[in-house]
């Protein structure tokens, strides 16, 4: 039985037909061509693919399309504003905090959330925050370095 | 997954019929952070799944100091964690609930799916029967209210009964002098389950008394071994020859 | 001995070239890869570990609505396969070896379908006796995993250099122990996929995210029986590698012969357990014996090693793992005895295979260990005891690794101070220990075919702007950041005006990929070349444009003039478009290439197999809980020396990234296996390190420069993993005297230990 489902993606109205069983990281990737959410492992320990689902942190594969019906969702590709990358994702790459770069949105996202609550994270905030996000290739100390660089640009702005 | 049809009732009596009607195959889904894994894993395929999320007023959280705390079960373990009345005549809960997983899980997952699913390996459930909590259930048929320590059977078995929703936990208001602490040891990493959990509440006379006259609150959800051919508590001693440090009076 | 030289692009702090497609989430990895038509892809695996197939029935399978194909090994051309040795074929062929082994395979208009039409395939199975451990494989009457293969040994080494007998007897106290190390999985973020796509003309065009895709061509080309010319292999961006997407694995043919039969690109991507069952091939799991022979003033005077290596089902690349393990270590220390003894042994498990470290890791935590027994025994500073006995530049090992920069000792130094060892040393505290252990990688290996090279072209534009073709992918390290610097640096332009392709075996020249710490120093050289000879063809334009002799120019800057008189100038940009416009419109390209001052090990492998060593030292501080047997790492402090630092933010990152999954090796990860089948194959119980998981880490470059290497250089990646579980080990015995000789250290294994010793 699919279900339409209305989602505000970004800020734009989206609408598409889903059967229940479909994932929101999936339905965001196929139905909504927004591929900047990655797919790591699907139960949620990974973080690649972290989204706001009403301005909350969430991780996209523990939750159905349904169950976001309604309600407003927050990408990567949501963060940069005319072709300009946003403070957050400057840091990133000035900072070097990526390697391969799949688990980067969901970083990116996770420092998103703390530094709109918190503009003066501590080290063990940062740590805290996105504790549930993996990555294998950095060893996360230049992550965390870029989300300390973010919360400079971001207090000066 | 399996294919199925979700339905999201807008009263827990709406919920109760939809149980009814569909007995064993329908599952009920509340954050769905732990549901969603069994059913990937295909360890549960339910045929018809019964949303919780769309019920107004299921993620209540209300306090009152002759009542105490009332948690509906569709609140999520963010808002118990950042409930003022939770941190200010709760502190055990507000030191569990903030130490559970990570915020984005906290996000999604509810208290009452997580009692309901009976993982040992969480959190919460110790802290609430330390604090001597009791939840109320309810069925087209008929609604009870037990001590949550009796709720929990063993590995992932409550005492759920076909056609039940658990509606509600109360915590009643603990007298002061408080002695707490709710610690867990992390084998691995810092993001893992705990291999063991204990939350200790201490009352009156029993403060300032040496460790061994502490009232300990203990329950099934401090056993636990992950994997099958991983030494269990038993191997770790402090477990039971100590009781945690009291750090905290309130 | 260490030269400085300056330079412009090399060694500045640069952003990396492809920070801004990462960010955004514009980078397009194989998942990302969407083709009109395309269908998706899924794997039937087999559920024993090792059972002979009686009858395979797709029929329900094939009639179900939105099944596009099926196969099966009827499909193939049933011809085995493989890096080394051609064991594996891309679906079962009579019976399956492993749990997991791919059997069959569906293409469907969706994933669920896909795994509903799995479901559907019927396979009758006779379970068969199976073997999961190498020295019960070795044992007369164990089951045979390859019928071919008696005593399921794969490969077997018997090598002594020098009299080890006679050295034993020279040495005043012998250490002798064993180890045993573990599996560990790469656990890339981005687990394995490809995206396959079929003409009619018979080329096959695959996108995949691998690491080595011109070694990938070939085994595909050797596993579909077509020419090489016949299969594109474009890369996508890749999400991590660490060893794990060297094409080992099915997952691309699968999808070839897929996309071949139903006629549309096909997409098969690994799910997780998959990555962990079949997919990426894990650390060689090793049983070590270490006997080493001390003079008293702590000169190692002999040493013997015997290796039980667990090969899994099929090879991939344990049976050049198992050399490595059982020699590489030999380059660290000054040694002239020593005696090496491997078998590497078929089980019925997931074959094992290539990991960050190749066999170093498993290698450094018995040996690094036993060095430290023995420096504790003699009463010698293990600090000491390593300065006694590194190698030095010059040094050539008795394997006849030659070393033409070492900067042990150096690294020693580094560590000692940043460590503030002696001070530790001297203050010891109750239950807290200090552990140290030396490392040695190499900077590429010959071992596929006598080749160890790599090559480039370099394309000017018009407008000045260089960009480089390379057929060795980015994946993730950076590495394409250090080969736009030394192309920038021997240009003379600026980083920011050199760009460098994706790799694509059509498009670019033959390179072998991302393995062996090898790129920056060997596709670094090549790169260098390219650049050289596409910088004369500039200098000859811009010659005629200064009027001024071609040998006398320098660039600078995006600038060309005549040495010692800067004034006078033409611009890249400029000399390139008037060459362009002035030579009947040819084109300004160079290539380069290069290839290593190594030899192919000869039958008894001995022979120089690196064109330059890279080597490491690692401390740790830690703290044991006597309650728990929780370690707790309380410091943790790096010295590499990896020649001139190309790309520092870069390497810097390789070197936090490679302690990481040191860590992790080390303290937190491990694969439980029960009866050959993996019992946590998920990230919720197969843990790797989290932010939160790792210790304060100090790190640092010493100052060196490999005579051999682009601008100095030579390489890095491997060399942070390679000691660090033994560092650790070490440093808890220092604690608590306990020694721990299983991976991973558990607190249960801490806290058993510590309750014996009592």
């Known amino acids: 039985m699919k279900r339409t489902i209305n989602l505000t993606i970004n800020e734009e109205a989206f609408e598409a037909e889903a059967e229940p069983r479909l994932l929101l990281s999936y339905f965001l990737r196929e139905r909504a061509g927004l591929t900047g959410t990655h797919i790591g492992c699907v139960i949620g320990e990974c973080g690649a693919c972290t989204v706001l689902l009403d301005g909350r942190l969430v991780k996209s594969c523990l939750l159905f399309a349904v169950q976001a019906d309604g309600r407003k969702v927050l990408t990567i590709e949501g963060l940069a504003k005319n072709g300009a990358l946003h403070p957050i994702q400057e840091a990133f790459v000035q900072q070097y905090g990526l390697q391969c770069g799949y688990c980067t949105p969901g970083m990116v996202l996770a420092s998103y959330s703390l530094l709109r609550d918190n503009l003066n994270p501590t080290e063990e905030e940062i740590r805290k925050a996105l504790g549930g996000n993996l990555c294998m290739c950095t060893g996360y100390v230049q992550i965390v370095e870029s989300v300390k660089a973010a919360a400079k640009k971001l207090q000066q702005s | 997954m399996v294919k199925f049809d979700y339905f999201e009732p807008k009263s827990v009596e709406q919920a109760c019929a939809f149980l009814e009607r569909h007995a064993d195959e329908a599952k009920l889904i509340a954050g769905g952070t732990a549901l969603l894994i069994w059913m990937r894993m295909m360890l549960l395929n339910p045929h018809v799944v019964v949303s919780l999320a769309r019920i107004p007023g299921f993620d209540s959280i209300s306090f009152d100091p002759k009542d105490g705390l009332r948690i509906k079960a569709g609140a999520r373990h963010r808002d118990i964690e950042l409930d003022p009345a939770v941190r200010e005549h709760y502190p055990l809960l507000y030191e569990t609930f903030r130490k559970v997983a990570q915020p984005r899980i906290r996000n999604m997952g509810t208290i009452g799916g997580n009692l309901c699913q009976g993982d040992p390996l969480t959190d919460p459930g110790a802290s609430l029967i330390a604090m001597d909590a009791e939840i109320t259930l309810t069925s087209s048929k008929a609604k009870r209210t037990l001590p949550l320590e009796k709720f929990f059977v063993d590995y992932y078995q409550t005492d759920l009964r076909p056609g039940e929703i658990l509606i509600e936990i109360r915590v009643p208001l603990p007298a002061r002098p408080l002695g707490w602490a709710h610690i867990k040891f992390l084998p691995r990493s810092q993001e893992d389950f705990a291999t063991v959990g204990v939350a200790l509440v201490l009352r009156g006379n029993a403060l300032g008394k040496r460790r061994r006259s502490c009232a300990a609150k203990r329950s099934p959800m401090i056993e636990s071994g992950r994997w099958r051919r991983w030494p269990r508590m038993k191997s770790i001693p402090w477990m039971t020859t100590a009781a945690p440090p009291i750090t905290n009076v309130t | 001995m260490a030269k400085a030289e300056k330079f412009s692009v090399v060694g500045q702090r640069v952003q990396r070239v492809d920070g801004f497609d990462k960010v955004t989430g514009e980078s397009k990895y194989i998942a990302d890869i969407i083709l009109p038509g395309m269908l998706l892809g899924k794997i039937l695996r087999s559920p024993y570990p090792h059972a002979r197939i009686l009858r395979i029935d797709t029929s329900k399978a094939e009639h179900l609505r939105g099944v596009r194909a099926v196969v099966t090994a009827e499909d193939t051309l049933k011809r085995p396969w493989g890096a080394f040795f051609a064991d594996q074929y891309i679906l079962s062929v009579g019976k399956a070896r492993y749990v997991g082994e791919e059997v069959a395979a569906v293409a469907a208009v969706d994933l669920d379908v896909a795994e509903e039409a799995l479901a559907l395939i019927d396979v009758e199975w006779e379970p068969l006796p199976a073997v999961f451990d190498a020295e019960e494989a070795m044992k007369a009457g164990a089951p045979l995993v390859h019928d071919d293969k008696k005593r399921n040994i794969a490969v077997t080494l018997d090598i002594e250099r020098g009299n080890i007998q006679r050295a034993f007897a020279e040495s005043d106290i012998i250490v002798e122990d064993t180890f045993q190390s573990a599996p560990q999985w790469h656990c890339s973020i981005e687990t394995i996929g490809s995206v396959a796509e079929y003409a009619s003309s018979g080329k096959y065009t695959i996108y995949m995210n691998s690491q080595t895709l011109f070694n990938a061509r070939y085994r595909i080309a050797a596993a579909l029986g077509v020419p090489e010319t016949d299969i594109r292999i474009i890369q996508s961006a890749v999400g991590g590698g660490f060893g794990g997407k060297s094409c080992d694995d099915n997952n691309a043919l699968v999808a070839a012969i897929l996309a071949r039969k139903a006629g549309k690109p096909v997409k098969v991507i690994n799910s997780r357990e998959e990555e962990f069952l079949a997919g990426c091939r894990?650390?060689?799991?090793?049983?070590?014996?270490?006997?080493?022979?001390?003079?008293?003033?702590?000169?190692?005077?002999?040493?013997?090693?015997?290796?039980?290596?667990?090969?899994?089902?099929?090879?991939?690349?344990?049976?050049?793992?198992?050399?490595?393990?059982?020699?590489?270590?030999?380059?660290?220390?000054?040694?002239?005895?020593?005696?090496?003894?491997?078998?590497?042994?078929?089980?019925?498990?997931?074959?094992?295979?290539?990991?960050?470290?190749?066999?170093?890791?498993?290698?450094?935590?018995?040996?690094?260990?036993?060095?430290?027994?023995?420096?504790?025994?003699?009463?010698?500073?293990?600090?000491?005891?390593?300065?006694?006995?590194?190698?030095?530049?010059?040094?050539?090992?008795?394997?006849?690794?030659?070393?033409?920069?070492?900067?042990?000792?150096?690294?020693?130094?580094?560590?000692?101070?940043?460590?503030?060892?002696?001070?530790?040393?001297?203050?010891?505290?109750?239950?807290?220990?200090?552990?140290?252990?030396?490392?040695?990688?190499?900077?590429?290996?010959?071992?596929?075919?006598?080749?160890?090279?790599?090559?480039?072209?370099?394309?000017?534009?018009?407008?000045?702007?260089?960009?480089?073709?390379?057929?060795?992918?980015?994946?993730?390290?950076?590495?394409?950041?250090?080969?736009?610097?030394?192309?920038?640096?021997?240009?003379?332009?600026?980083?920011?005006?050199?760009?460098?392709?994706?790799?694509?075996?059509?498009?670019?020249?033959?390179?072998?990929?991302?393995?062996?710490?090898?790129?920056?120093?060997?596709?670094?050289?090549?790169?260098?070349?390219?650049?050289?000879?596409?910088?004369?063809?500039?200098?000859?334009?811009?010659?005629?444009?200064?009027?001024?002799?071609?040998?006398?120019?320098?660039?600078?800057?995006?600038?060309?003039?005549?040495?010692?008189?800067?004034?006078?100038?033409?611009?890249?940009?400029?000399?390139?478009?008037?060459?362009?416009?002035?030579?009947?419109?040819?084109?300004?390209?160079?290539?380069?290439?290069?290839?290593?001052?190594?030899?192919?090990?000869?039958?008894?492998?001995?022979?120089?197999?690196?064109?330059?060593?890279?080597?490491?030292?690692?401390?740790?501080?830690?703290?044991?809980?006597?309650?728990?047997?929780?370690?707790?790492?309380?410091?943790?402090?790096?010295?590499?020396?990896?020649?001139?630092?190309?790309?520092?933010?870069?390497?810097?990152?390789?070197?936090?990234?490679?302690?990481?999954?040191?860590?992790?090796?080390?303290?937190?990860?491990?694969?439980?296996?029960?009866?050959?089948?993996?019992?946590?194959?998920?990230?919720?119980?197969?843990?790797?390190?989290?932010?939160?998981?790792?210790?304060?880490?100090?790190?640092?470059?010493?100052?060196?420069?490999?005579?051999?290497?682009?601008?100095?250089?030579?390489?890095?990646?491997?060399?942070?993993?390679?000691?660090?579980?033994?560092?650790?080990?070490?440093?808890?015995?220092?604690?608590?005297g306990v020694r721990i000789k299983t991976l991973p250290i558990t607190p249960e294994k801490v806290l058993k230990a510590l309750t014996e010793k009592g």
């Not at chain 3, 006997?291 to 090969?311: M, P, S, T, V, Y």
């Not at chain 3, 800057?557 to 890249?572: L, P, S």
């Not at chain 3, 990230?683 to 640092?700: C, E, N, V």
């Not at chain 3, 290497?709 to 491997?718: I, Q, R, T, V």
């Open chain 3, 282 to 736: 894990p650390r060689v799991f090793m049983k070590i014996d270490v006997k080493l022979g001390f003079k008293k003033d702590g000169r190692i005077r002999a040493k013997h090693i015997r290796i039980i290596a667990d090969n899994g089902a099929y090879s991939a690349k344990a049976p050049a793992i198992t050399g490595v393990a059982a020699m590489r270590h030999d380059t660290c220390y000054k040694y002239s005895d020593v005696k090496t003894q491997a078998y590497l042994v078929y089980t019925n498990k997931i074959p094992t295979g290539a990991f960050r470290g190749f066999g170093n890791p498993s290698a450094e935590w018995a040996v690094e260990q036993a060095i430290d027994i023995g420096a504790h025994e003699l009463g010698i500073d293990p600090m000491e005891i390593a300065r006694i006995n590194a190698a030095e530049s010059g040094y050539v090992s008795p394997h006849g690794n030659r070393v033409t920069s070492c900067e042990l000792k150096q690294c020693l130094d580094m560590t000692e101070k940043m460590m503030d060892w002696k001070k530790k040393r001297a203050d010891k505290k109750p239950n807290t220990g200090l552990g140290l252990a030396c490392t040695v990688h190499v900077s590429g290996k010959r071992h596929f075919g006598d080749y160890d090279g790599s090559s480039a072209t370099i394309k000017i534009n018009e407008d000045g702007k260089a960009l480089i073709l390379s057929g060795e992918g980015e994946i993730g390290q950076g590495v394409h950041t250090a080969m736009c610097q030394i192309a920038a640096e021997e240009l003379g332009v600026r980083v920011e005006d050199v760009e460098i392709s994706k790799a694509d075996t059509d498009l670019t020249t033959f390179c072998l990929g991302a393995f062996a710490s090898r790129l920056t120093y060997i596709s670094g050289n090549a790169v260098k070349n390219a650049a050289s000879n596409v910088k004369q063809q500039l200098f000859q334009q811009a010659s005629e444009m200064l009027e001024a002799n071609a040998d006398d120019l320098i660039s600078h800057g995006g600038r060309i003039f005549v040495k010692g008189a800067e004034g006078k100038f033409v611009t890249v940009a400029d000399a390139a478009r008037a060459r362009l416009f002035r030579h009947n419109g040819a084109p300004i390209v160079g290539s380069g290439s290069f290839d290593a001052d190594s030899v192919l090990p000869d039958k008894t492998r001995f022979g120089n197999e690196s064109g330059a060593y890279n080597y490491g030292v690692q401390a740790a501080q830690v703290e044991v809980d006597r309650e728990t047997g929780q370690v707790k790492v309380l410091q943790y402090v790096i010295a590499s020396d990896c020649g001139t630092v190309i790309y520092p933010i870069g390497a810097e990152g390789q070197v936090e990234g490679g302690f990481a999954q040191g860590i992790g090796y080390a303290l937190i990860e491990g694969l439980q296996f029960d009866e050959g089948r993996p019992v946590n194959p998920n990230f919720s119980d197969y843990r790797i390190p989290s932010m939160r998981d790792l210790p304060p880490l100090t790190h640092a470059f010493a100052d060196s420069y490999e005579p051999t290497g682009p601008f100095g250089a030579k390489g890095l990646g491997e060399l942070n993993m390679d000691p660090t579980a033994a560092v650790i080990s070490n440093a808890i015995f220092d604690a608590v």
